[in-house]
C-alpha cells in the first residue's frame, strides 16, 4: 500500500528532511536508502505506509501540505493513466456521494495534459463504475487529488492535513508576547522533527528566549526545559506558554540562569533543540559568542550527555571545529539565507557514544 505526501515548496531541503526524519524514526522505514520503498519527486514524496502512518507522519510536519492514500501512480501518458483509472476499483475508495477533484501541476510538469480535461476522465472513471455521483467543491466528503510531478501522475484520496494553520496562529508576531529574535514557529517543529521529538521525550533548550521550541515541543507532547539569561524573555516565554499551549495549564520548565553558571549534574536522556544566540538582534549580554559556545559544547559532551541535537547557528560560527573537537557527528546540516548577509544553518548532531 502506498501513500504519498505532498511538501511545501518553501525550501529545498527542509521538507524531505523532515518526512525522512519522522518516517524513519517513527515507524516502519528504517532503512530508507536499503528497502526500494520510498521514491522521491519534486515537492512529492511517495512511500510504502499504511493510512495511519501517513496520517501521523504528516500531522507533525511543518514543511508538508496533505498526505494520500495512492489509488494510481502512472507516467504523464494520458493513455495510460485512463487506461489505469478504469481499472481502478473505485468503491474502495469512494464511499460517499459527495466529492471532489482536483488536479495540481507542480511547477511546470508535464504541460501536454490539460488539467480539466485530466480531472474530466477521472470523473467519468468514477462515475462509470459507482454511477450516482455529486461534485462539490465546497463541502466534499471525499477529497481526490491528483499531482503531476516530474515524469510522474499520482491521484490519491486525502487522508491528512498537516498542522501549519495551527503552526501559523503561533507565529512570532501572533504571539501575546513579541521578541525579534523570535524564532518561527514553523522552523521550531522542523528542528524537533528532524530531532526525532516524540510524546513523552525530554528536551532542554538552553537558550529558549520566548520560549518558541519549548511550546512547539509541548504541541508535540514532550516535555521541555527552558533556560535563557535574560529574565524578561523568560517572563515572555511564560506568558506565551500560557496562551498558547496545547493543553491548559501545560508544564513547562522555565529556568532564568546563564549557561556558563547552570547547575546541571550529569544527566541522561534528554535531546537539546536550540537557536544560541549570535550577537545581532539576540543578546549576548557582553560574552564572545565563541565562548557561549564552547561552554554549550562542554555542557552537552560532560553534563547533558544527549545522544541527539538540532540546533540553529550563523554561517560564521566554525561549529564544525566545536562539533569534531568534542567527537560528535554531523547527521545533517541545512542552509537558511534570512537576507543579503546572512545565512544560519540547521545542523543535526549525534553523540555516537551514547546509545540511541
Ligand atoms: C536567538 S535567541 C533565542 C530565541 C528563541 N529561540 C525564541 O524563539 O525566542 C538566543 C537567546 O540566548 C539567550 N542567551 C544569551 N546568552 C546566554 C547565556 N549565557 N545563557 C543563557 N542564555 C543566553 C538570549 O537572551 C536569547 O534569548
Given at each position: 500500500m502506498y501513500c504519498f505526501i505532498v511538501l511545501s515548496g518553501?525550501?529545498?531541503?527542509l521538507p524531505y528532511a523532515e518526512v525522512i526524519s519522522l518516517l524513519q524514526d517513527?515507524?516502519?522505514?528504517?532503512?530508507i536508502a536499503g528497502k526500494k520503498n520510498v521514491f522521491f519527486y519534486d515537492q512529492v514524496i511517495r512511500a510504502n505506509i499504511t493510512p495511519q502512518e501517513c496520517k501521523e507522519v504528516v500531522e507533525k510536519c511543518a514543511f508538508a501540505h496533505y498526505g494520500c492514500l495512492e489509488i494510481i501512480s502512472s507516467s504523464q501518458n494520458l493513455r495510460e493513466i485512463v487506461e489505469k483509472l478504469s481499472e481502478v476499483s473505485w468503491k474502495e475508495f469512494i464511499n460517499k456521494k459527495v466529492i471532489s477533484v482536483r488536479v495540481i501541476r507542480m511547477?511546470?510538469?508535464?504541460?501536454?495534459?490539460?488539467v480539466p480535461v485530466l480531472e474530466k476522465h477521472i470523473v467519468s472513471s468514477i462515475k462509470e463504475s459507482i454511477g450516482d455521483l455529486r461534485i462539490d467543491?465546497?463541502?466534499?466528503?471525499i477529497k481526490l487529488v491528483g499531482i503531476l510531478t516530474e515524469d510522474r501522475f499520482l491521484l490519491g484520496k486525502l487522508i491528512a492535513q498537516s498542522s501549519r494553520k495551527a503552526l501559523e496562529r503561533r507565529r512570532p508576531g501572533q504571539r501575546p508576547f513579541f521578541h525579534p529574535s523570535a524564532l518561527d514557529s514553523k522552523l521550531a517543529r522542523f528542528m524537533l522533527n528532524a530531532c526525532k521529538v516524540k510524546e513523552g521525550d525530554v528536551i532542554l533548550d538552553p537558550?529558549?528566549?520566548?520560549g518558541t521550541i519549548p511550546l512547539e515541543a509541548e504541541h508535540l507532547g514532550a516535555r521541555a526545559l527552558g533556560v535563557d539569561v535574560n529574565l524578561e524573555l523568560i517572563k515572555g516565554a511564560l506568558i506565551n506558554i500560557q496562551y498558547?499551549?496545547?493543553?491548559?495549564g501545560a508544564i513547562i520548565d522555565l529556568l532564568c540562569s546563564d549557561i556558563f553558571l547552570l547547575p546541571l549534574r550529569k544527566i541522561k536522556g534528554v535531546k537539546v533543540v536550540t537557536d544560541p544566540p549570535?550577537?545581532?538582534?539576540?543578546?549576548?549580554?557582553?560574552?564572545?559568542v565563541n565562548e557561549i559556545y564552547a561552554v554549550f559544547f562542554k555542557l552537552l559532551v560532560?553534563?547533558?550527555?544527549?545522544?541527539r541535537v538540532v540546533m540553529l547557528s550563523p554561517h560564521w560560527i566554525p561549529l564544525k571545529d566545536f562539533i569534531y573537537k568534542c567527537n560528535l557527528r554531523i547527521v545533517e546540516q541545512h542552509a537558511l539565507?534570512?537576507?543579503?548577509?546572512l545565512t544560519r544553518k540547521v545542523t543535526v548532531i549525534e553523540n555516537p557514544d551514547i546509545p540511541r
Open positions: 518553501e525550501h529545498d531541503t517513527n515507524l516502519m522505514l528504517k532503512d511547477k511546470e510538469y508535464g504541460l501536454h495534459i490539460q467543491y465546497k463541502k466534499p466528503s537558550f529558549c528566549g520566548t498558547l499551549s496545547k493543553e491548559k549570535y550577537g545581532r538582534v539576540a543578546s549576548t549580554h557582553g560574552r564572545n560532560n553534563n547533558i550527555r544527549a545522544q539565507r534570512v537576507h543579503g548577509g
